[in-house]
């Protein structure tokens, strides 16, 4: 597979959604959370009270906020060292991408999870005087928040060039994520270092990799900002631009600041801000969730909705193609089932977890994504690694009905008595949802009800489809369900694992899933000691996105082993994690091609564009290929 694979794909979706119109960032944590932090540093509270952040979130989450920034502004080793907590910085930077991720998940929204990066809070200079240990605080923080899964890098309020170039580099070369680049200026419209606009355009013409979005925060207020984006533009920074002032100037009003401005004041200067470039806006201190609510009903007034912003300097991409499904009739499958395309086809699917919310808009513009991608099936998740989501029943139906694709629904038993199992299958038939996944389940906190395991699932979904229920009562029309089961090639007890998976196929079970492997000798040692399989097999696969989530992967996911030498080959990559994780993707794919039917992509951290990028290529190059599952024989050819 071609270098490329993966690389930039992020940048590219980050640049195309900047071309469709003016985006709206979100506003203050620090002082919207300074009083819950009882005067400690605001960033103790993802450890300490992780639902103040996260209401915080979902409060701009659904004033209309579509970038998302962490909780992390001040979590570097420099910033913390003054307060013992220079331990902390890893865990303050991943638990601060998960509240916002979380937060995204619950509103349903698919809005961006920028990692907020601060200064250093070392004088003039002093990063330079500092050395590595610099750029060492900076690559730590970055690591934590990529290990969370952000979407973007947001480096704010910097005040120093040098230090911003230092800061811009480690961020290129952690990641091939989207930068923004963000200074804050005081009065005499200086830096608080003391550096000009004039001085920032120079540091920003000797970058070989300049950031993908440059512009102010934090400030003197809007009317600031737009005076200095004008600035910009005559010292030759062209943009696009972002902004995020204040909400005005700050003014002592007793023991607190206060900060003169008002939602319609800010909103009033969008359209001129966007004039000058502006094409992402948000607020900082001493703005709310009424500042971003008033940014969006302005943005509804400008011409198109702000999507003829100027973009001086952006990268032009074609307009995205919006897919235009033929959803199901309710009560029937979509046209082309999957069962039909089994070994007539090599098989694609990508797995979709339900959100933790009601809102189903970032489901459904995943779904979008996965049909542009030429897959063919969507897996459906249960509440995986037992946190509460949406019913994955719910989940599957609405995917399905946007898309037109098979959903294959993930039924575990952990939740469920057998009597609300055999409600939810036949309301799942009802639906028109007929592929089901029957698994055991991840063991909850509070110890799961657990009355069948999968086997027993697929007993019942038998009776049912021979028109009885597992008491023998006739229930009318008998079902049409689809059984598959799960598979572990790489358990610890193989010979348990595969004395399971004959007992799920004599319970008829007609499709085997692989839980995501990393070694293909796991899934050949598996098949030596079953034989060859009665019913098709389709692959799991889970891209890697860094070298941190390889790790992570292999010590904190049950079910999950990754080699040494992947993460070792993870850590080399270093910036180029996600290309060479979908390149080590591709390779197992390639290597057990002649066994399998297809294969299923999992996701991580809701990022599901690079997957249904990665689906597209193995569609094209899967075209026209029958899948080696030979029907008549029932068995799979091995090499």
Same mark, same amino acid.
């Given at each position: 597979?071609?270098?490329?694979?993966?690389?930039?794909?992020?940048?590219?979706?980050?640049?195309?959604?900047?071309?469709?119109?003016?985006?709206?960032?979100?506003?203050?944590?620090?002082?919207?959370?300074?009083?819950?932090?009882?005067?400690?540093?605001?960033?103790?509270?993802?450890?300490?009270?992780?639902?103040?952040?996260?209401?915080?979130?979902?409060?701009?989450?659904?004033?209309?906020?579509?970038?998302?920034?962490? *909780?992390?502004?001040?979590?570097?080793? /420099?910033?913390?060292?003054?307060?013992?907590? #220079?331990?902390?910085?890893?865990?303050? *930077?991943?638990?601060?991408?998960?509240?916002?991720?979380?937060?995204?998940?619950?509103?349903?929204?698919?809005?961006?999870?920028?990692?907020?990066?601060?200064?250093?809070?070392?004088? @003039?200079?002093?990063?330079?005087?500092?050395?590595?240990?610099?750029?060492?605080?900076?690559?730590?923080?970055?690591?934590?928040? /990529?290990?969370?899964?952000?979407?973007? =890098?947001?480096?704010?309020?910097?005040?120093?060039?040098?230090?911003?170039?230092?800061?811009?580099?480690?961020?290129?070369?952690?990641?091939?994520?989207?930068?923004?680049?963000? +200074?804050?200026?005081?009065?005499?419209?200086?830096?608080?270092?003391?550096?000009?606009?004039?001085?920032?355009?120079?540091?920003?013409?000797?970058?070989?990799?300049?950031?993908?979005? +440059?512009?102010?925060?934090?400030? /003197?207020?809007?009317?600031?900002?737009?005076?200095?984006?004008?600035?910009? @533009?005559?010292?030759?920074?062209?943009?696009?631009?972002?902004?995020?002032? *204040?909400?005005?100037?700050?003014?002592?009003?007793?023991?607190?600041?206060?900060?003169?401005?008002?939602?319609?004041?800010?909103?009033?200067?969008?359209?001129?801000?966007?004039?000058?470039?502006?094409?992402?806006?948000?607020?900082?201190?001493?703005?709310?969730?009424?500042?971003?609510?008033?940014?969006?009903?302005?943005?509804? #007034?400008? &011409?198109?909705?702000?999507?003829?912003?100027?973009?001086?300097?952006?990268? =032009?991409?074609? !307009?995205?193609?919006?897919?235009?499904?033929?959803?199901?009739?309710?009560?029937? &499958?979509?046209?082309?089932?999957?069962? %039909?395309?089994?070994?007539?086809?090599?098989?694609?699917?990508?797995?979709?977890?339900?959100?933790?919310?009601?809102?189903?808009?970032?489901? /459904?513009?995943?779904?979008?994504?996965?049909?542009?991608?030429?897959?063919?099936?969507?897996?459906?998740?249960?509440?995986?690694?037992?946190?509460?989501?949406?019913?994955?029943?719910?989940?599957?139906?609405?995917?399905?009905?946007?898309?037109?694709?098979?959903?294959?629904?993930?039924?575990?038993?952990?939740?469920? *008595?057998?009597?609300?199992?055999?409600?939810?299958?036949?309301?799942?038939?009802?639906?028109?949802?007929?592929?089901?996944?029957?698994?055991?389940?991840?063991?909850?906190?509070?110890?799961?009800?657990?009355?069948?395991? #999968?086997?027993?699932?697929?007993?019942?979904?038998?009776?049912?489809?021979?028109?009885?229920?597992?008491?023998?009562?006739?229930?009318?029309?008998?079902?049409?369900?689809? &059984?598959?089961?799960?598979?572990?090639?790489?358990? !610890?007890?193989?010979?348990?694992?595969?004395?399971?998976?004959?007992?799920?196929?004599?319970?008829?079970?007609?499709?085997?899933?692989?839980?995501?492997?990393?070694?293909?000798?796991?899934?050949?040692?598996?098949?030596?000691?079953?034989? $060859?399989?009665?019913?098709?097999?389709?692959?799991?696969?889970?891209?890697?996105? #860094?070298?941190?989530?390889?790790?992570?992967?292999?010590? %904190?996911? $049950?079910?999950?082993?990754?080699?040494?030498?992947?993460?070792?080959?993870?850590?080399?990559?270093?910036?180029?994690?996600?290309?060479?994780?979908?390149?080590?993707?591709?390779?197992?794919?390639?290597?057990?091609?002649?066994?399998?039917?297809?294969?299923?992509?999992?996701?991580?951290?809701?990022?599901?564009?690079?997957?249904?990028?990665?689906?597209?290529?193995?569609?094209?190059?899967?075209?026209?290929?029958?899948?080696?599952?030979?029907?008549?024989?029932?068995?799979?050819?091995?090499?």
């Amino acid at each position: 597979m071609g270098s490329s694979v993966g690389g930039g794909s992020e940048r590219r979706a980050f640049h195309e959604r900047l071309a469709q119109g003016l985006l709206l960032g979100d506003a203050a944590y620090g002082t919207a959370l300074t009083r819950a932090a009882g005067g400690r540093l605001v960033e103790l509270l993802n450890l300490e009270q992780p639902a103040v952040v996260e209401a915080l979130h979902l409060s701009y989450l659904r004033a209309g906020a579509e970038i998302l920034q962490t *909780n992390t502004y001040a979590a570097n080793r /420099l910033q913390l060292a003054p307060y013992g907590l #220079s331990h902390e910085v890893y865990k303050l *930077n991943l638990q601060g991408a998960k509240i916002a991720r979380g937060a995204r998940e619950i509103a349903g929204e698919a809005a961006l999870i920028a990692g907020s990066v601060g200064p250093l809070g070392v004088s @003039r200079g002093g990063a330079q005087r500092l050395g590595p240990a610099a750029a060492d605080a900076l690559r730590e923080q970055i690591d934590a928040l /990529l290990a969370g899964g952000v979407d973007l =890098l947001l480096l704010e309020t910097q005040a120093d060039p040098e230090e911003a170039a230092l800061a811009l580099s480690v961020a290129r070369t952690a990641s091939d994520l989207p930068v923004i680049l963000n +200074f804050s200026f005081a009065e005499g419209d200086l830096t608080l270092s003391g550096h000009s606009v004039a001085d920032i355009a120079a540091m920003l013409q000797s970058q070989e990799d300049p950031p993908d979005l +440059f512009g102010v925060n934090c400030s /003197l207020g809007p009317s600031h900002a737009l005076r200095l984006l004008r600035q910009m @533009r005559a010292a030759g920074i062209q943009g696009p631009f972002s902004v995020a002032p *204040n909400a005005g100037p700050p003014m002592r009003v007793g023991a607190e600041i206060d900060y003169l401005g008002t939602p319609e004041r800010f909103a009033a200067l969008l359209g001129e801000l966007q004039a000058e470039g502006a094409c992402c806006v948000g607020g900082c201190c001493g703005t709310d969730a009424a500042y971003i609510a008033a940014l969006r009903d302005a943005r509804e #007034s400008l &011409p198109h909705g702000g999507a003829e912003a100027p973009q001086r300097g952006a990268v =032009l991409v074609r !307009e995205r193609q919006e897919p235009s499904p033929k959803p199901a009739h309710l009560g029937l &499958p979509p046209r082309a089932a999957l069962r %039909e395309k089994l070994g007539r086809s090599f098989v694609i699917g990508i797995e979709l977890d339900p959100p933790r919310g009601s809102a189903v808009g970032k489901l /459904l513009e995943d779904a979008a994504l996965v049909r542009e991608a030429g897959a063919d099936f969507i897996n459906v998740g249960d509440s995986p690694m037992a946190r509460a989501r949406m019913g994955a029943l719910g989940g599957a139906h609405l995917v399905q009905q946007a898309t037109g694709l098979e959903a294959i629904l993930h039924m575990t038993t952990r939740d469920r *008595n057998r009597r609300a199992l055999e409600a939810d299958l036949l309301s799942a038939h009802a639906l028109g949802v007929r592929s089901i996944l029957a698994l055991t389940g991840d063991r909850p906190a509070d110890g799961g009800v657990f009355e069948l395991d #999968s086997i027993g699932l697929l007993e019942e979904i038998r009776s049912l489809n021979a028109g009885t229920d597992p008491g023998g009562a006739r229930i009318g029309t008998a079902t049409d369900f689809f &059984p598959a089961c799960a598979f572990d090639p790489g358990a !610890e007890d193989l010979r348990r694992e595969t004395d399971r998976l004959r007992r799920k196929l004599e319970a008829g079970a007609r499709l085997v899933m692989t839980q995501p492997i990393y070694a293909p000798d796991a899934l050949l040692r598996a098949l030596d000691l079953l034989g $060859p399989p009665s019913v098709p097999l389709v692959l799991g696969v889970m891209p890697f996105y #860094s070298h941190r989530h390889a790790v992570y992967l292999d010590r %904190e996911v $049950p079910g999950v082993r990754v080699p040494q030498a992947l993460q070792e080959r993870m850590e080399r990559a270093g910036e180029r994690g996600l290309e060479i994780g979908l390149q080590i993707a591709w390779q197992i794919v390639e290597e057990l091609s002649s066994l399998i039917a297809g294969v299923y992509i999992v996701p991580s951290f809701g990022k599901v564009r690079p997957v249904a990028e990665f689906a597209a290529q193995l569609r094209a190059a899967h075209a026209g290929t029958p899948a080696d599952w030979q029907e008549e024989e029932h068995s799979w050819q091995r090499p």
